[in-house]
């Protein structure tokens, strides 16, 4: 009976041992078609040009991030799918410290996307009439806008969830079960 | 004492080599493709298929008579063939001077030449040391050493997958629906 039992576990490893073999080798496939692609996981840079070194409230950000030592604004329109995703993971005003959002709204009421996403924040602004975008000549979204003692530093965008907490200045702590506003 | 140490040295020699031989037969298993199109290049294109079989089947037989069986001779003599087949593929790659991946262990990064040249006197010395003590362990306790050394593998290739899939999760993009037409907007 155990000389059996021992070979119907051998056998079964055996098998799984391929199974999950194929499922690595499937998943090696999936890196390399992600790479091939270029839809891997990675912000891409957004040349800031003349803008580097100016004055944030010069295009009609907040004046507070003047005096900023470091943050981060982050761009999504009311359209992007991308954008969507973001603002979902911020659902409830939960902004990160030390980071600002603007809302685009491309086509429609930008309203409406603040609040099918609950973005309730001091830190969340409408940009009405593409007001700032048209300022810095933005034409892409999502993407993150950093803030070093109060200059604009460097852009990249923004094509994960992940990104945009990783861009964050200061480290989110995420809180699960129960998701509080990150508000200061 | 130095009997106790040949009989030490017989068992270490046998497990190594159903070791060695066990990931060698699950990984070619895996590779089964890559090890037909290898012996294809090697000169044995029409029988490239049924020599990969051949030899994974042999690595098969091998290891499992080598638990089964610990005190039999013969399982320990089909290592000597497999032993010279790889040594031989060696040599061929060598002579046709041509970088061909070896699915020796089913990664096919490495290449045919001087390592299978290399570890023929190993495979050779472990099979001798083992004939010279074998070892004396019964069908259930040789079956319940290779489940554990084939389930550690099954783990091992769990946290290769593992390392994998994480990152393939988190990096998880937002791709937009065909039908969405404005699914990316420019914001400007």
Request: one cysteine or more; aromatic letters at 6%.
């Amino acid at each position: 009976m155990t000389t059996v039992l021992l070979i119907v576990i051998c056998l079964m490893a055996v098998v799984l041992f391929v199974q999950i073999g194929a499922q690595v080798e499937l998943f090696e496939q999936v890196k390399q078609i992600r790479g091939y692609l270029d839809m891997e996981d990675k912000p891409t840079p957004v040349e800031l040009g003349t803008l580097e070194g100016a004055r944030p409230s010069v295009f009609g950000l907040p004046a507070s991030l003047d005096k900023s030592d470091q943050a981060m604004v982050l761009f999504v329109s009311n359209k992007c799918e991308t954008c969507r995703n973001l603002a979902s993971a911020l659902r409830g005003g939960a902004v990160p410290p030390s980071m600002w959002v603007v809302v685009v709204p491309v086509s429609g009421d930008g309203n409406e996307f603040i609040a099918e996403f609950e973005l309730y924040s001091e830190r969340v602004i409408l940009d009405e009439d593409e007001r700032i975008v048209g300022s810095l000549g933005l034409d892409l979204t999502p993407v993150a806008l950093h803030v070093a003692e109060g200059k604009l530093t460097r852009a990249h965008t923004v094509p994960t969830v992940r990104q945009m907490y990783a861009a964050a200045p200061i480290a989110y702590k995420h809180t699960l079960a129960t998701k509080s506003s990150a508000q200061h | 004492m130095s009997q106790n140490v040949s009989g030490v040295l017989g068992v270490a020699a046998q497990i190594a080599l159903i070791a060695i031989f066990t990931v060698a037969a699950l990984s070619k298993i895996l590779t089964f493709r890559d090890l037909g199109r290898t012996i294809g290049r090697l000169g044995l294109t029409a029988v490239a298929e049924k020599a990969a079989i051949a030899v994974i089947a042999a690595e098969l037989v091998a290891v499992t008579g080598l638990t089964v069986l610990p005190s039999a001779t013969w399982p320990r003599a089909l290592i000597a063939p497999l032993a010279v087949a790889f040594a031989g593929a060696g040599i061929r790659a060598l002579g046709i001077k041509e970088k061909i991946k070896c699915g020796c262990f089913g990664n096919g990064g490495a290449v045919l030449g001087w390592r299978q040249l290399l570890y023929l006197p190993l495979w050779l010395a472990l099979a001798v040391l083992a004939e010279a003590s074998p070892p004396s362990w019964n069908t259930e306790q040789g079956l319940g050493g290779l489940a554990a050394l084939l389930l550690a593998l099954v783990a091992w290739k769990l946290v290769a997958e593992l390392r994998l899939w994480r990152p393939l999760r988190e990096d998880r993009i937002v791709i937009p629906e065909p039908t969405q037409r404005d699914a990316e907007v420019p914001a400007a």
